[in-house]
């Protein structure tokens, strides 16, 4: 496969400065999260103009949304594999390591390599005496990391809007999954907000299924002179429970890599073969004996195949863990719309094998969900699922966004006034061991959900420092 022009980036003389060891970047990185309020990115292109200014001459795919931005790269990411391109991946947050927000080809960055990395970006804020917060250093670095080892396109989750670090970027294509709110249909500013990642000529595609939201979008894109896509209607053919869940985000992500190998990385190509996205070029009439021979020695891979084939949920933040006893799912789930979703996959588990024994338990720390639509969602589910809610407090991540906490006394006496099982429990640990007595240990489930946070919780809980994909 043909490969994009590509300039190296790297400043000829980097800042010197202290050379800072892995466990002190991480406590740098921890001191210094502050939110995003900077919506010209003074420091941020400041920062990549010291650097050569790779952010514009990185090949970019920024995704944004209200949720599925994680899984939408993530299948993205092995979709542009199989084209054979090298792929950069950048995530947000992180559930125990900075690490995991670093990814060629899915594997994840070394220590070695992210603390030297660390230390030239570090170093070049001091020398410039700058003071951009944690994202801003971590989406440098992460630029950086892709140019070094010239990936040729790179997928980059976007936390925010006009003040997020990747909006630097000129992206080929803006990916938007879902905007959603506790009301029906979002605003226009917010909307707004969301695509000002978007430039003239970025190619525009989303995965949103309101009307009046996708409306909004086109003509916002229109105003800006960038390329508007159809937007994303089908499911993309998981396996069972899988489709319903994260079939959409599936096809955007199918939707995205045809995109950019059709229009970006084999634009000029006459004749592809090998490949599962490319449209066919420069064929005409029908196939000779000879082709249709070596088709059938060596049958071309279609879409269908390789989504039955590939990875179909994020590990370590979207993940059933069947293995353990009980089952375990884990769902960073934090807005309506995300436990909408999450409610439904525990129901499509429970009729694939009915479960004996359901508690869910929620991690309080996001103050800003509409309490009572929450718990109008838990009564319907409960109407027809029998279970219980464990309610507990939650030590915040730097790098998380869900901060703040509920009354847990209070959220709980909610729930038991819909005559809903629930109980609270001083911390997670209590929590858990508690929920674990209160299943079947083969056929039981256990829900850890409620926020980014106490998905890092679980992590520690089991002893584990650090986590790979």
């Known amino acids: 496969m043909k490969n994009l022009n590509r300039q190296t980036a790297s400043p ?3 800042a010197v400065g202290k050379q800072r060891s892995y466990n002190e970047v991480i406590e740098f990185l921890d001191s210094n999260w502050r939110p995003n309020t900077d919506t010209n990115l003074i420091a941020m292109k ?32 092995q979709l542009l594999r199989v084209e054979g391109l090298n792929v950069g991946s950048f995530y947000t947050p992180h559930m125990l390591t900075y690490n995991e927000r670093f990814a060629i080809n899915t594997e994840l960055i070394s220590n070695k390599t992210f603390t030297d990395i660390a230390n030239d970006v570090i170093n070049m804020v001091e020398t410039l005496e700058l003071t951009p917060n944690s994202f801003e250093i971590l989406t440098m670095m992460a630029l950086i990391y892709f140019n070094q080892n010239n990936v040729d396109v790179a997928l980059l989750e976007v936390d925010g809007g006009s003040a997020c670090p990747v909006s630097i970027c000129t992206p080929k294509i803006a990916a938007i999954t879902r905007v959603t709110t506790d009301e029906e249909n979002a605003s226009k500013e917010s909307i707004e907000e969301i695509l000002s990642i978007v430039k003239e000529n970025t190619y525009v595609v989303s995965a949103d299924q309101s009307k009046l939201n996708l409306q909004i979008m086109h003509d916002i894109v229109n105003e800006k002179q960038a390329t508007w896509s159809m937007p994303i209607r089908k499911l993309a053919p998981l396996a069972y429970p899988y489709e319903q869940l994260h079939g959409r985000c599936a096809a955007l992500a199918e939707r995205i890599s045809s995109t950019y190998v059709n229009s970006f990385s084999n634009k000029d190509a006459i004749v592809v073969s090998g490949t599962l996205l490319s449209k066919q070029k420069g064929q005409r009439g029908r196939p000779t004996i000879e082709a249709k021979r070596q088709l059938e020695l060596n049958p071309k891979k279609t879409i269908d195949q390789f989504w039955k084939e590939t990875q179909h949920s994020l590990p370590n933040r ?22 909408k979703n999450l409610l439904l996959g525990i129901r499509l588990l429970h009729y694939q094998r009915p479960l004996k024994g359901l508690t869910l338990i929620i991690g309080c720390n996001n103050s800003a969900l509409d309490l009572t639509e929450f718990l109008k969602l838990l009564r319907y589910f409960f109407k027809k699922t029998s279970g219980q809610v464990i309610l507990c407090p939650v030590e915040h991540v730097p790098g998380h966004t869900d901060v703040g906490t509920w009354d847990v006394e209070k959220a709980t006496n909610d729930i038991k006034s819909m005559k809903i099982k629930a109980k609270s429990a001083k911390n997670f640990k209590e929590a858990f061991e508690t929920a674990q007595k209160m ?19 679980y992590w520690r809980y089991r002893g584990i420092k650090k986590l790979d994909r």
Not at 60 to 70: E, F, H, Q, R
Not at 448 to 457: F, L, M, N, R
Request: hydrophobic residues 40%; without cysteine.
């Open 12 to 14: 000829e003389t980097l």
């Open 318 to 339: 979207f993940q059933l863990l069947d293995k353990e006893k009980p089952s375990i799912l884990l769902d960073n789930a934090s807005n309506l719309d995300a436990f």
């Open 46 to 77: 400041k920062l990549d103009q010291a650097f050569g200014s790779i952010a514009q001459k990185t090949n970019a795919i920024l995704v944004a949304g209200t949720n599925g931005k994680s899984l939408t790269i993530d299948f993205a990411t």
């Open 439 to 457: 299943v079947d240990e083969r056929n039981g489930l256990v829900v850890v959900t409620g926020s980014s946070s106490i998905i890092s919780e």
